[in-house]
């Protein structure tokens, strides 16, 4: 009863996420923006296979929350791609600061050669933009807040996975949280049958998201085998061709001085 009363008032207090913009966005805009949360949520698992301690790994809400502040800002601001990854930096690094105990350092960005992508003043800049934007507001209301109270184990590796996948699918990220929260709840117990007619269409639509991407990290995964294979064969090749035409020179070699 007391949860219950707990997700009603969460529902209460949620405000509207930030997609109003993006509805109206051309087609390969939505996909852009797609791409920036995925490269995210790959810096969080550097960060926190890095930092591998209790205080700086890095909880599914801060990512959350960091999605939430570049949705925001792409809504309200026009940013050119060149500053897609600093936004993204920025956001992490305020919901870091905002929601993890000890991450008060701010992270950079640098290129294969550990050159610096953008000059340390412009992480201030944009970070004070985004404050700015969002009027200074950093505790939003997120899916992961409803799984706690509806009862899903966060520290499972499945569920969190589905959380992560839901945020980089923008056209599955719309719906609402709670909606989100108990779909996923389904996915994760089936016999959970009191649930809307349109949760169990939101969980189906998850779960061939999930599965379509699975194939293809899979095929994915096939041809980079298939051509590190192809590589390794036409080194072989090269060796042997090498050694051939090594062994023939002897060969001449021992025939001319025999002869």
């Not at 939505?30 to 490269?39: E, F, G, M, S, T």
């Not at 050119?80 to 920025?90: G, P, R």
């Not at 520290?155 to 589905?162: L, M, P, R």
Request: proline share 2%; with cysteine.
């Amino acid at each position: 009863m007391q949860n219950y009363l707990l997700i009603n008032e969460l529902n209460a207090r949620e405000k509207p996420k930030p997609i109003a913009v993006y509805n109206k966005l051309s087609q390969d805009t939505v996909p852009k923006r797609d791409l920036l949360i995925q490269w995210l949520i790959q810096v969080k698992c550097i960060i926190s296979f890095k930092k591998n301690t209790f205080q700086h790994k890095i909880t599914l809400k801060t990512i959350e929350l960091a999605v939430l502040y570049v949705d925001i800002f792409l809504n309200v601001k026009n940013i050119s791609e060149q500053k897609f990854q600093l936004l993204a930096i920025c956001s992490f690094n305020l919901a870091a600061k905002f929601n993890q105990k000890g991450m008060t350092n701010q992270i950079k960005i640098y290129d294969s050669n550990g050159i610096g992508i953008y000059q340390d003043h412009e992480y201030d800049d944009m970070e004070i933009e985004l404050l700015q934007t969002m009027q200074f507001q950093l505790n939003f209301i997120t899916s992961s807040d409803y799984a706690e109270l509806i009862g899903l184990n966060l520290q499972d590796e499945k569920i969190k996975s589905y959380f992560l996948f839901i945020l980089v699918d923008f056209q599955i990220y719309k719906y609402q949280h709670l909606e989100l929260a108990l779909a996923i709840l389904y996915l994760s117990d089936e016999s959970v049958h009191q649930l809307q007619p349109k949760i169990h269409q939101i969980s189906k639509i998850i779960q061939e998201a999930v599965n379509q991407h699975e194939k293809m990290y899979e095929e994915e995964d096939q041809k980079e085998q298939q051509y590190k294979s192809d590589l390794n064969k036409r080194r072989r090749i090269k060796r042997i061709k090498a050694i051939r035409k090594v062994l023939s020179k002897q060969v001449k070699q021992q025939w001319r001085q025999k002869y």
